[in-house]
């Protein structure tokens, strides 16, 4: 199982940017998928879920109603669409597979990682 991520790059506040995660060695439907971040000198955190159960999302509230997350089954792939970029968006953005459809939000249950991609945004 493995997950490339790429789309990352250098964008201006309200920008938009959109990150894709290829998933080779599996059917991304199987998986759940998500999106992490981890910005300098701090934690990583929950970005965006979709589910492999009927595709449900699942948001932080700091993207919510900036960022979608979605998924191309006929290409394998999950995509995150970034809207509205703020300096706070930058971070290098993971995406990670899990065979669960619950505690999306945490990423102990995430057993595979992408590389990550890097994002700034600057003001």
């Known amino acids: 199982v493995q997950l490339q991520a790429s789309g990352g790059g250098l964008v201006q506040t309200g920008d938009s940017l959109s990150l894709s995660c290829a998933a080779d060695?599996?059917?991304?439907?199987?998986?759940?998928m998500a999106w992490f971040r981890q910005a300098p000198g701090k934690e990583r955190e929950f970005v965006a879920a979709?589910?492999?159960?009927?595709?449900?999302?699942e948001y932080a509230d700091s993207v919510k109603g900036r960022f979608t997350i979605s998924r191309d089954n006929a290409k394998n792939t999950v995509a995150l669409q970034m809207n509205s970029l703020k300096p706070e968006d930058t971070a290098v953005y993971y995406c990670?597979?899990?065979?669960?459809?619950?505690?999306?939000?945490?990423?102990?249950?995430?057993?595979?990682w992408g590389q990550g991609t890097q994002v700034t945004v600057s003001s």
């Open positions: 060695g599996f059917r991304s439907t199987v998986y759940s």
């Open positions: 979709i589910n492999r159960k009927g595709g449900g999302t």
């Open positions: 990670a597979a899990t065979p669960r459809d619950w505690g999306l939000q945490f990423q102990n249950n995430y057993r595979s």
